[in-house]
């Protein structure tokens, strides 16, 4: 529930229809956004007092040179504030505070700018106020930070130009420098990470995507960055991976044809003083949209025995494994005697190179495996690729939800524009109408669609685990990725990373195999994951053989929730630990990872109120720095003032659950 009271900003020169300057505050007061009015509409944003955005213009270029935000006059000016909160649905808490100071600026042109101040960030939005379709040609979105300041950004994949640069996975790792030394010839996508003084983070994002590309960043001269779109598409054409994808030959000249009334996505701007303020930010879900599903009781969160990863590696069983009948068969044997959720079929399954899912491979017995997979009370996901999907999407969840499937995992979209993000919104909207999960692949970063249809259930837009089936160690530094995407790409959202890797490695040892993969870093780091990573549907990567000679492992991942009454961060630094404690019912987990440099690290569970005394815990072994398998589960009584040291090996970490 929400109420709205009348706020009082600032002195009345900020409020009258005639000023040329509007602040907005925080609620605890230390943030201040001030919008400025004359020939341009511009922004800048402080915490404290101290400058971190400078005065850049936002602006949606229109047709027939028309615009809102260039020469805009105001009509009226409204200021409120809200204090209220969000039931959440399988997110990592089960209510959201919604606390806000809000300026809306209507204008003359026919259009209202928001801003929203959080003490977690700022956020704004333009809004068509107009009765008719506008053609939007262009937006300029600029965040001219107030230094060079180090900055952690994840590059476009491609190279060449932007247009080369629009078709890409939104996968990479982060590339770390100021901000006057990114490249001016590369996109980043969102989110990115900058880092100013005295411990201040701020997190560009958006939140609310919808008939709208989304956004880039790039920078222009200096240290400022603007944003980035790519125009509609006019011509696709079926080409990619296996004839799965639609690539984009031509584009119209505008981003899209907004409806009458169209809101336009959030920009959001968060800001942290302590890193562990990145690990449960809430800006993304606050600013969706909330469920267009009626009825949700049917949505049930996850965990995956996958087959893709360990590349159906089955052994020591009477019968050939791969995609076949007997394999998947025994997949499902594997998790229905571990109180495992699902099994997905990934690629495979369907007949190559046709793009068409009611061609099914004549190896597998689809309707058997779904029938066996019932009476086991194990769900059975398909893997989709984007095209076979969209040709015929009602057909595809007509068909497959009579047969018993309970969702598809749908990928390589690999782009952003307005039509592929209007995709998105009718996959879930089918799937929902046939009440099926979806988990996107092959996208990019959650952006509030898993608040406004609670079945899309998961988003990759992460460079996961599966790159150890093919990078070096140089490409793919996995460890310390793993400690910088909590802090960013997990802001926007829960992330398909695929854990629970049996074969570990140290730095020295690892190195990539196709059918015998394995993770950087200890055992405990991934066992660590299933706590520290949001995933409502979280994959067991690895064979049901290895799970089976790790029993302990096994039942510890089998049994963690996916979904959250309360989630803490605890003691974390970007770029070299996280720690988080989350909550189902009266259970606390607590999950720590480290980066490759070994530490003694002390945890302040303080923050969790009354807690258990005793806890089951997982360490790194003596000879983990050696043997990253090498791990210890042991039980142990928590310090009576809630200090816990760990010792985190190279690549380490540390798990425990109390109850």
């Known amino acids: 529930m929400k109420k709205s009271l009348l706020l009082l900003l600032f002195p009345l020169i900020t409020l009258g229809i005639n000023a040329k300057q509007y602040k907005l505050v925080s609620p605890n007061g230390k943030l201040t956004v001030t919008v400025n009015n004359d020939k341009n509409l511009t922004y800048s944003l402080s915490l404290d007092g101290q400058q971190l955005i400078a005065p850049s213009q936002i602006a949606l270029t229109l047709d027939q040179g028309k615009s809102f935000g260039e020469n805009a006059s105001v009509q009226s000016v409204k200021t409120t504030t809200s204090h209220g909160t969000i039931n959440a649905l399988f997110y990592k808490k089960k209510v959201v505070e919604d606390y806000y100071n809000q300026l809306a600026l209507k204008f003359r042109q026919g259009f209202t700018l928001i801003f929203r101040a959080y003490d977690e960030g700022v956020a704004y939005r333009f809004v068509s106020d107009r009765k008719k379709e506008i053609i939007v040609k262009d937006e300029k979105a600029e965040f001219n930070f107030a230094k060079g300041w180090s900055s952690l950004v994840p590059y476009t994949s491609p190279n060449g130009s932007f247009e080369e640069q629009f078709n890409n996975s939104f996968e990479n790792t982060y590339t770390?420098?100021?901000?006057?030394?990114?490249?001016?010839?590369?996109?980043?996508?969102?989110?990115?990470?900058?880092?100013?003084?005295?411990?201040?983070?701020?997190?560009?994002?958006?939140?609310?995507?919808?008939?709208?590309p989304g956004m880039y960043v790039n920078r222009t001269k200096g240290h400022a960055l603007r944003g980035v779109f790519a125009k509609y598409p006019k011509e696709v054409r079926q080409e990619g991976h296996n004839k799965l994808q639609l690539f984009v030959?031509?584009?119209?000249n505008y981003l899209v044809k907004a409806t009458a009334k169209q809101q336009f996505p959030w920009r959001i701007i968060n800001v942290s003083t302590d890193d562990r303020?990145?690990?449960?930010?809430?800006?993304?879900?606050?600013?969706?949209?909330?469920?267009?599903?009626?009825?949700?009781?049917?949505i049930k969160p996850g965990k995956v025995a996958w087959d893709w990863w360990n590349d159906w590696g089955l052994y020591k069983v009477p019968f050939k494994a791969g995609v076949n009948t007997q394999t998947y068969k025994a997949y499902i044997d594997f998790a229905s005697k571990h109180g495992i959720e699902y099994v997905i079929l990934d690629e495979g399954w369907a007949v190559n190179l046709q793009a068409d899912l009611f061609q099914v491979v004549p190896e597998i017995d689809l309707k058997g495996i779904v029938d066996y997979a019932k009476q086991k009370n194990v769900g059975i996901i398909l893997w989709a690729g984007y095209y076979a999907f969209a040709r015929d999407m009602e057909r595809v969840c007509r068909h497959y939800s009579d047969m018993g499937v309970k969702g598809f995992k749908i990928d390589f979209m690999d782009r952003d524009d307005a039509a592929c993000v209007n995709?998105?919104?009718?996959?879930?909207?089918?799937?929902?109408?046939?009440?099926?999960?979806?988990?996107?692949?092959?996208?990019?970063?959650p952006t509030g669609l898993q608040r406004t249809y609670p079945?899309?259930?998961?988003?990759?837009?992460?460079?996961?685990?599966?790159?150890?089936?093919?990078?070096?160690l140089e490409s793919y530094n996995q460890v310390q990725y793993d400690v910088q995407i909590p802090f960013i790409r997990m802001l926007a959202g829960q992330m398909d990373y695929t854990q629970g890797a049996m074969l570990n490695s140290t730095m020295e040892t690892y190195h990539a195999s196709n059918s015998n993969p394995m993770?950087?870093?200890?055992?405990?780091?991934?066992?660590?994951?299933?706590?520290?990573?949001?995933?409502?549907?979280?994959m067991l990567?690895?064979?049901?053989?290895?799970?089976?000679?790790?029993?302990?492992?096994?039942?510890?991942?089998?049994?963690?929730?996916?979904?959250w009454d309360q989630s803490i961060a605890l003691t974390s630094k970007v770029g070299?630990?996280?720690?988080?404690?989350?909550?189902?019912?009266n259970t606390w987990y607590v999950g720590v990872i480290n980066n490759w440099t070994a530490r003694d690290l002390t945890i302040d569970l303080s923050p969790l109120g009354d807690i258990p005394t005793r806890a089951e815990a997982y360490f790194d072994g003596a000879n983990a720095t050696k043997f990253a398998q090498d791990y210890v589960r042991k039980t142990i009584s928590i310090p009576s003032n809630k200090q816990l040291t760990v010792h985190l090996a190279p690549g380490g970490g540390f798990t425990m659950k109390m109850n």
């Open 176 to 212: 770390q420098g100021h901000l006057s030394q990114l490249k001016t010839d590369k996109l980043a996508f969102l989110p990115i990470l900058v880092e100013a003084d005295h411990g201040v983070r701020i997190c560009v994002t958006e939140a609310d995507l919808e008939n709208y």
């Open 249 to 252: 030959k031509s584009r119209e």
């Open 277 to 298: 303020q990145l690990l449960d930010n809430d800006m993304v879900y606050r600013l969706a949209s909330p469920s267009r599903i009626s009825s949700t009781e049917w």
């Open 423 to 445: 995709f998105l919104y009718d996959a879930a909207r089918m799937a929902a109408k046939y009440r099926m999960l979806v988990d996107f692949h092959g996208i990019f970063k």
């Open 455 to 472: 079945n899309v259930i998961n988003f990759e837009g992460v460079k996961g685990q599966e790159n150890t089936k093919w990078s070096s």
């Open 519 to 538: 993770s950087q870093g200890t055992r405990c780091h991934q066992l660590a994951m299933y706590t520290v990573f949001f995933s409502p549907l979280n």
């Open 541 to 563: 990567c690895d064979s049901p053989t290895h799970y089976e000679e790790e029993p302990e492992c096994t039942e510890f991942i089998a049994k963690i929730p996916v979904v």
């Open 576 to 585: 070299e630990y996280v720690a988080m404690a989350r909550r189902s019912g």
